[in-house]
């Protein structure tokens, strides 16, 4: 009887979400704090259509500059502010993607070779591969948290 039970409750656990398409794990946040990681996302993707531009046309200079926007530096913008507001793991692979990024600027200049900078784009960018895959962001009117001490975008 025991037996049976336990995989019926694994069942009805699940079940419970059932309707949910989108399967991958839920983060909720307010309105403004989504705005902060959209805005970061576009940053992250016009900055990597910007490094490959310059990359072809064999323009290393600005393959630095425009991964260094894409650096460290970028985070103290978004990051600080969602900080304890998004899980770690979370918090630690957008970290790692701008450390990549300082890397490629810095690599540009020191290794000048486009091929190697290609392959260092290419596995960031399986980064931003892996995040989409695991999370969606849900968001909720009010914040859960005492989190926004900012008041930009709050409505
Ligand atoms: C640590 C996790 C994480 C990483 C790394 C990440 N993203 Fe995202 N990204 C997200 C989440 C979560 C969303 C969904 C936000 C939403 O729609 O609510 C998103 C959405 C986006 C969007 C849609 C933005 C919009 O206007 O709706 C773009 C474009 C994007 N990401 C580009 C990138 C690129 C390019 C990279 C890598 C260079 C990247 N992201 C890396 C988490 C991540």
């Given at each position: 009887m025991y037996k049976i039970l336990v995989p019926l409750f694994a069942?009805?656990?699940t079940s419970a979400l059932a309707g949910d398409l989108d399967k991958r794990q839920v983060l909720t946040i307010t309105e403004?704090?989504?705005?902060?990681v959209i805005e970061e996302m576009g940053a992250l993707?016009?900055?990597?259509?910007?490094?490959?531009a310059a990359l072809s046309m064999s323009d290393m200079a600005a393959v630095n500059q425009y991964a260094s926007s894409l650096g460290m530096n970028m985070t103290i913008k978004t990051e600080d502010y969602l900080k304890g507001v998004l899980p770690k793991e979370f918090m630690q692979l957008g970290i790692s993607i701008h450390q990549?990024?300082?890397?490629?600027?810095?690599?540009?200049l020191a290794i000048k070779d486009r091929?190697?900078?290609l392959q260092q784009i290419?596995?960031?960018?399986?980064k931003c591969?892996?995040?989409?895959?695991?999370?969606?962001?849900r968001t909720v009117k009010t914040s859960l948290k005492p989190a926004s001490k900012s008041n930009h975008h709050e409505h």
């Open positions: 069942l009805i656990a403004s704090q989504r705005l902060h993707l016009s900055g990597t259509q910007n490094i490959l990549d990024f300082d890397k490629i600027a810095a690599d540009a091929k190697h900078t290419s596995e960031s960018m399986s591969v892996a995040c989409h895959a695991t999370y969606q962001i």
